[in-house]
């Protein structure tokens, strides 16, 4: 527990820079694609709190979510890509973090066309950061392979953290995760102001 709250603190702590997304330094293919998620706590923050959600609602929410988030965040990509405009995407990032953490920490169970909705809506985002940040004369596909992966690998850690939500005291260890989470968010999104 000591650790997760270093870690936590750690993660507050971060220097806005970690949370840009310019795109410098990325590159093209499966591991661009696949670091670009896990290189970014403002991500990272994100779809931990989707699969730890789904976790928490039970079944089918969780292997919804966390299946809804990865194909809508495609479509953000493609999007992203073809420079459509999409305003206030560092801010629905980071808003991300903040409102799913909540869901996990305040318990919430909305119905599931809701929490679909929800997670889908960030899912845009998401994607479009991705794909804007998309390496020129990359592999589109292995990127975005990439990517979805990564994603989907860290759905799944929160959905094995959130499988503690079966014991009282796993599922206070849940919600204090998903209160961390929306703390992150919420730093994330001063740090952008």
């Known amino acids: 527990m000591r ?3 270093l870690a936590t603190a750690l993660l507050l702590l971060a220097p806005a820079a970690a949370f840009a997304h310019a795109g410098e330094g990325i590159a093209g ?3 661009g694609g ?3 998620p896990l290189l970014g706590p403002d991500h990272v923050a994100a779809m931990v709190a989707v699969g730890l959600w789904g976790a928490f609602l039970g079944a089918p929410a969780i292997v919804l979510l966390p299946v809804i ?8 990509g493609i999007l992203g890509i073809l420079g459509v405009p999409l305003p206030g995407v560092e801010i629905g990032i980071a808003l991300s973090a903040a409102v799913l953490g909540l869901m996990v920490a305040l318990a919430a169970r909305p119905p599931l066309w809701v929490a679909a909705l929800i997670v889908g809506t960030f899912a845009i985002f998401h994607g479009y ?10 592999d ?8 979805v992966i990564a994603t989907g690998l860290l759905h799944l850690c929160g959905i094995a953290f959130g499988l503690l939500a079966s014991w009282p005291n796993g599922r206070i260890a849940v919600r204090l995760a998903g209160s961390a989470i929306a703390a992150a968010g919420i730093v994330f999104l001063v740090q952008l102001a």
């Open 3 to 5: 650790r997760l709250t």
């Open 29 to 31: 293919g499966f591991v």
């Open 34 to 36: 696949f670091l670009h």
């Open 69 to 76: 988030f990865p194909l809508v965040m495609a479509c953000g």
């Open 129 to 138: 950061a991705h794909g804007a940040e998309f390496p020129d004369g990359a």
């Open 140 to 147: 589109a596909v292995a990127f975005f392979a990439g990517f």
